[in-house]
């Protein structure tokens, strides 16, 4: 579903991500955790066309995407959920949603969000900068889902939310792997990801540490002592 391979990515003179490689399978949940830094948001930015790669590639369903622009991505089925939730305040929910349908007009993608999250539909009226931080979340996931994605990636979505309010955002993380689209989830919250997922990988200073099915690497003390904090 999605290959990455040597992946490098460079601001200037700072070397962000420094020859990552990691695959998806279909239908399956990934993450990659790590501390502040580590290059997280800089590999799944590459992969959705927010910012070019230096070098590598990136297969999604066989085909070679690197440097393919965002939009393109969005309208072949491959969406992101972007860190700190950018959703628009001054736009009603429903015009949130709208935007993430813009390809498509698809009126009956936005009817299923609001299934979906009914907290959503009784205020689509209202702008989106008057829900809370869970709800914003929960917006920009929909708005996400508007475009009916095989592959979505997450970008830290539990960040700043209550424990009560990330309860809710792993079990509609859960709900949509389960419905058969393929995730990929980035979190610092790296014992809650591993938790959720089949597959993880640790990246630290851009560059894969660990890797491992989900359940091994929450029983490797070295990952665990390192990464997990105990
Ligand atoms: P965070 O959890 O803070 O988002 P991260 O693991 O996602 O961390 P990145 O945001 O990918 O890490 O950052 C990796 C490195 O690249 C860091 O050293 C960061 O300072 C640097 N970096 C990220 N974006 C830029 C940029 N636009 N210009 C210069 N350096 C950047």
């Not at 369903?61 to 959703?87: C, N």
């Not at 007009?105 to 299934?115: K, L, M, N, P, T």
């Amino acid at each position: 579903m999605l290959s990455v391979q040597d992946l490098v990515v460079t601001y200037g003179r700072v070397e962000a991500v420094r020859g990552v490689s990691f695959d998806a399978q279909p239908g399956s949940l990934i993450t990659l955790v790590g501390a502040n830094g580590a290059g997280k948001s800089s590999v799944i930015n590459a992969v959705s066309g927010i910012i070019r790669p230096r070098s590598g590639t990136i297969l999604f369903e066989g085909q070679d995407i690197t440097r393919w622009p965002a939009h393109k991505l969005v309208a072949q089925g491959l969406v992101q959920v972007p860190e700190g939730r950018q959703v628009l305040g001054t736009l009603t929910i429903h015009e949130n949603l709208q935007l993430g349908g813009w390809h498509t007009g698809d009126s009956a993608a936005i009817s299923e969000v609001y299934d979906r999250f009914p907290v959503l539909a009784e205020r689509r009226e209202l702008p989106a900068g008057a829900l809370s931080g869970g709800e914003q979340q929960m917006l920009a996931i929909g708005r996400a889902l508007v475009a009916r994605p095989r592959l979505i990636l997450l970008d830290e979505p539990s960040m700043g939310l209550a424990p009560k309010i990330v309860d809710e955002v792993f079990s509609v993380i859960q709900e949509i792997r389960a419905s058969g689209t393929t995730v990929v989830l980035i979190e610092q919250n790296a014992r809650r990801a591993l938790r959720a997922a089949d597959h993880g990988y640790v990246l630290a200073s851009g560059e894969i540490a660990h890797q491992g099915p989900a359940a091994e690497l929450l029983a490797d003390d070295r990952v665990v002592q390192a990464y997990l904090g105990v």
